[in-house]
């Protein structure tokens, strides 16, 4: 018998295996793709075979490095008593003890004496009782914890009842249900979030976003046309603990429950970035807590999970702002993301604003510029489309923006009334059209069928129509998230941090520094 | 009394730990560009030598400038977020106060200048008294600028920069947190539970009893950045055609 990672291949004999052992509540297929679709990533799925075939499979969740749970594990009847369950328990408690893991729980049937006497085997005791928890039977669950070694959580000699409640919460008719609560279980993680001109903090647990507070300085800016670095560093340096405030208040939480702080350490304004790395270490050092440095674009990423659910590996990422232009292959939001391609000189959001300028039109640009474009003619004036047949995946907006410039400016001359609706119109098709089209290809190139889009300039309408079109004819599966989410916030750094707290990742040291050309290779900072 | 102290608004990250009778732990790192990095460690090596933890802490204090905005922002928002999560009353003082404080027997009951670099050929400078106690400033200014300031003897580590221009460099040195602590301690045990407001924590900058030979309260944490930022509202769009 030799064990292996349980795999996609293996879901034909785990169902077969599943629905003989367990005929009440057999797992589906999609609970079971699902699960695997996280393996590796806060999970662990092992099989245990003989020659070609499944003989037994076990599953586990690791989340936070700190308590293991064991969501399954099945053993082939023919197979019983060879000591294939013990294999694969001890499999389930080293890997929990490489992740360290300080203890381990799992439900078992209270008419299962077998099983319970396996888990004995290995030092698991009786920590508490679920009544009725398995349906349709209404048999109980009595809940199982094993200690792993030092240290000992405190909490483990408390009483077994007050520990475990029966937990009406947990859905019923589920087995070994708790794998359904990781939404409401797992750390709560504070983002925050001060690379530019946003003061964010956001709350999130597992994929579910709690609170996201956000303090803007853009009217502060918006009479010199762009972002003032001091300016902005100043009103942070206000806004910051009032927004981590608001942020715990909106969450009905208190800084007690924080478990862990995660903080943009890059790429951004350094001395914007500096006010929220210095923040976020005073809060991990006052709270004991851990501290993620993570990369701003990758947080623009994750966001994504709070409202899509979590990403399949790989994604294409095209980010969109007015600092940045980023095409990224995602095979790992929060371990590995590669750079396909960036901006070779403005952002868009930055060729958004200067093209305001010469329109008239009131900073930042990309609001404005949409709501004149909606009247306008996206076709009335053929605007160059920087490197658009080079087949690389960069962009180039400088050109762009000084052609709608001499345009307008020509036009003036002429002593011509400006169709700003025209312009506007054609300019943002021009960005629209490039920008989807390099997402489109680097989608077909690397072979994936799931693009993200983020930044604030995915708030744009056309953006957004246009990468809707594109992506149903190529087969591709589009995921926006809502406006809000989109600009600068607190939740998406919130949602990175849950992402690397949630699988127990090694935090950042105390010493870490904010970098405003943090590179995209560097999801966190260690 | 368990009180942390630390200074980011100059070259130096200083940080002090003080008992209200004596200083328990100091560390000083001179390194003009690491204060992000810096802060959060030396605070906890000065907490953890004095075995202590974040949570005996009582009051917090901390350097207010003036000096460079970047490095004086690291050490102004951790004091804040320090007095938020402990609950705890946060204090600021002006730095030049703690040169000075420093410098007083260099001085030998003279008056004196205490000065920080504030580049762009300008000093930040505050005038004292034989005790240590501040006349006029702070502000910033050419050293030619400083009202009456010819011929003064001069404190801090950028007492020698303009030499032609001000008097006898007496005492070069960067601030230290052990000082800034036991000014803090000082001015805490003369104004006793009075001060500040309950609650807040923070005293009234122009209400807030003086100790002797400070002549000052303490400050809430808040910058004293004395210049405003450098931005100008741009003209028209430049044009990208010739006329």
């Not at chain 1, 907006?397 to 307008?408: D, E, M, P, Q, Y």
């Not at chain 2, 959060?40 to 350097?63: C, R």
């Amino acid at each position: 018998m030799r064990l292996r990672p349980l795999c996609y291949e293996d879901l034909a004999a785990v169902l077969d295996l599943e629905r003989s052992l367990f005929p009440d509540d057999a797992w589906s297929p999609g609970m079971f793709a699902e699960e695997l679709a996280m393996q590796g990533r806060g999970r662990h799925y092992v099989a245990a075979e003989e020659g070609s075939k499944l003989v037994g499979y076990a599953g586990m969740m690791l989340p936070g490095g700190r308590q293991a749970e064991v969501l399954t594990l099945a053993v082939n009847t023919a197979h019983w008593g060879r000591g294939i369950g013990s294999t694969l328990l001890t499999d389930l408690l080293d890997e929990a003890g490489r992740h360290d893991c300080t203890e381990m729980i799992l439900e078992v049937r209270a008419d299962n004496p077998r099983a319970q006497n396996l888990y004995r085997r290995f030092g698991f005791s009786d920590a508490g009782i679920r009544r009725g928890y398995y349906q349709p039977s209404g048999i109980d669950a009595i809940v199982m914890r094993c200690g792993l070694g030092e240290p000992v959580l405190p909490d483990s000699a408390e009483p077994a009842d007050s520990a475990v409640p029966a937990d009406s919460a947990v859905p019923a008719g589920r087995r070994r249900g708790a794998r359904r609560g990781c939404a409401m279980s797992g750390p709560l993680v504070l983002g925050i979030e001060t690379s530019c001109d946003e003061t964010g903090a956001g709350l999130v647990r597992g994929h579910e976003l709690l609170a996201d507070a956000v303090a803007s300085s853009v009217d502060e800016h918006a009479r010199f046309g762009g972002v003032v670095p001091e300016v902005a560093s100043r009103a942070h340096l206000e806004a910051m603990t009032p927004t981590v405030d608001r942020a715990l208040a909106q969450a009905g939480v208190t800084l007690a429950d924080v478990d862990a702080i995660a903080v943009t350490a890059g790429p951004g304004l350094a001395g914007a970035l500096l006010v929220g790395v210095a923040a976020a270490k005073a809060y991990a050092l006052t709270l004991g807590k851990p501290l993620y440095g993570v990369n701003h674009l990758a947080a623009h990423v994750a966001v994504d999970q709070l409202e899509h659910g979590p990403l399949p590996a790989p994604v294409i990422a095209l980010l969109v702002s007015g600092g940045h232009s980023s095409l990224l292959l995602v095979p790992d939001v929060a371990g590995e993301v590669i750079s396909l391609g960036a901006t070779v000189d403005d952002a868009a959001g930055e060729a958004y604003d200067k093209v305001a300028r010469v329109l008239g039109l009131p900073f930042p640009g990309g609001p404005p510029i949409d709501k004149a474009a909606r009247s306008g003619d996206p076709g009335a004036i053929a605007f160059p489309r920087g490197m658009y047949h080079d087949g690389s995946l960069d962009f180039s907006f400088a050109g762009l923006k000084t052609a709608v410039a001499r345009w307008v400016e020509e036009r003036a001359a002429r002593g011509e009334p400006v169709p700003v609706a025209d312009v506007a119109a054609s300019f943002q098709e021009a960005v629209a059209d490039v920008l989807t089209r390099k997402a489109v290809a680097a989608c077909l190139h690397h072979g994936v069928d799931h693009l993200v889009i983020g930044g604030g300039v995915a708030a744009n309408s056309r953006l957004r129509a246009l990468a809707e079109e594109r992506c149903t004819a190529a087969g591709i599966r589009l995921r926006i998230p809502r406006p809000g989410l989109c600009t600068d916030n607190g939740a998406m750094v919130a949602a990175l941090g849950s992402e690397l707290a949630s699988r127990g990742l090694p935090s950042s040291p105390l010493d870490l520094p904010a970098d405003s050309a943090l590179p995209i290779t560097e999801v966190v900072v260690h | 009394m368990l009180l942390l102290a630390f200074d980011t608004a100059t070259p130096a990250v200083t940080v002090a730990l003080h008992d209200g009778q004596r200083v328990l732990a100091e560390t000083v790192t001179v390194e003009a560009r690491g204060h992000g990095e810096l802060l959060a460690p030396s605070i906890a090596k000065v907490v953890a030598d004095a075995g202590a933890e974040p949570g005996d802490l009582t009051a917090i204090v901390t350097g207010v400038g003036p000096g460079p905005y970047t490095g004086l922002r690291v050490g102004v928002v951790t004091a804040r977020v320090f007095g938020r999560t402990l609950a705890i009353p946060v204090y600021g003082v002006c730095t030049l106060d703690v040169l000075a404080r420093g410098a007083v027997r260099a001085a030998a009951g003279r008056e004196f200048l205490a000065v920080t670099d504030a580049r762009r050929k300008e000093l930040y400078w505050g005038r004292y008294d034989g005790s240590g106690s501040r006349i006029s400033g702070p502000a910033v200014s050419r050293p030619a600028g400083i009202p009456d300031g010819a011929g003064l003897p001069v404190a801090g580590q950028a007492a020698s920069l303009y030499p032609d221009e001000l008097g006898e460099p007496i005492w070069r040195e960067h601030p230290s947190a052990a000082v800034l602590a036991e000014l803090a301690a000082e001015r805490l045990s003369v104004a006793g539970t009075g001060l500040g407001e309950s609650g807040s924590g923070l005293s009234r900058p122009e209400t807030g009893p003086s100790a002797p030979g400070t002549g000052l309260a303490l400050l809430p944490p808040e910058p004293l950045y004395l210049r405003r930022p450098d931005a100008r509202v741009p003209g028209p769009p430049k044009r990208v055609t010739s006329l």
